[in-house]
């Protein structure tokens, strides 16, 4: 079993239309989440990271994390074609140590 | 620089050659890490450096897998004898200090390593 499971996709949503990112994870002791946007042959950046339950939200991205289900999810609001690219969520397992998702990747169509 | 700089981009090995990897953290970051991402895979920890911490090797595949770091500077990553399940995007990173403590992890572009 993998530690942090992303449907691979690909996602293909119109401009403008709400995007729903889930990511599952099979081990609740660690509380610390993030979520990393990666364009083509490029290195994934950092969108947001969020500690235990709840929402954070940041402009059109809101991270939730629901610890009794073991999801997090990432919300893109008002999608743009510049959000196209593959999300990668990942959950602490040690203090500088980070299980990876595969990643989904998003295609948003003008 | 701005951002973590890694060289060669790209790089083509014949297998049985070993390899070098350059990474070069963004200034005054005490914190560096390095990742595997193999196509259509997410990214495997491979090592992490904390100042002149002993750094924590506990990813790195095999014994042909090896890393170095000056410091807090430059780090390389060396492949002896490279397989071809050696293939993939080798990724440095690095941050300020412990990203639990809210500080960013900053990836550079990754090094594309072919092992034909």
């Known amino acids: 079993q993998k530690e942090v499971e992303q449907d691979p996709g690909p996602l293909s949503v119109p401009e403008g239309a709400i995007v729903s990112l889930n990511c599952t994870y099979s081990?609740?002791?660690?509380?610390?989440f993030m979520w990393y946007r990666q364009y083509s042959r490029k290195g994934p950046e950092l969108l947001m990271y969020?500690?235990?339950?709840g929402n954070k939200e940041d402009g059109r991205f809101t991270a939730q994390v629901d610890k009794s289900s073991k999801y997090i999810s990432l919300f893109i609001r008002d999608s743009q074609p510049s959000d196209s690219a593959t999300y990668l969520c990942?959950?602490?397992?040690?203090?500088?140590?980070?299980?990876f998702g595969s990643g989904t990747k998003l295609n948003v169509k003008p | 620089g701005a951002g973590v700089s890694q060289s060669p981009s790209n790089k083509v090995t014949e297998k049985g050659k070993d390899v070098e990897l350059r990474c070069d953290p963004i200034?005054?970051?005490?914190?560096l890490y390095w990742y595997r991402q193999r196509l259509g895979q997410g990214l495997e920890f491979l090592i992490y450096?904390?100042?002149?911490?002993?750094?924590?090797k506990s990813g790195l595949p095999s014994d042909r897998f090896s890393a170095e770091r000056t410091g807090e500077s430059v780090s390389t990553l060396t492949i002896q004898r490279t397989q071809q399940e050696d293939s993939a995007v080798y990724l440095c990173?690095?941050?300020?200090?412990?990203?639990?403590?809210?500080?960013?992890?900053?990836f550079g572009e990754g090094s594309w390593l072919t092992v034909v």
């Open positions: 990942a959950r602490e397992y040690n203090f500088n140590k980070f299980y």
């Open positions: 200034s005054g970051h005490t914190a």
């Open positions: 450096f904390q100042g002149n911490s002993a750094p924590d």
């Open positions: 081990n609740s002791a660690f509380q610390y």
């Open positions: 990173a690095s941050s300020l200090g412990q990203p639990t403590s809210g500080n960013t992890i900053y």
């Open positions: 969020t500690y235990s339950s």
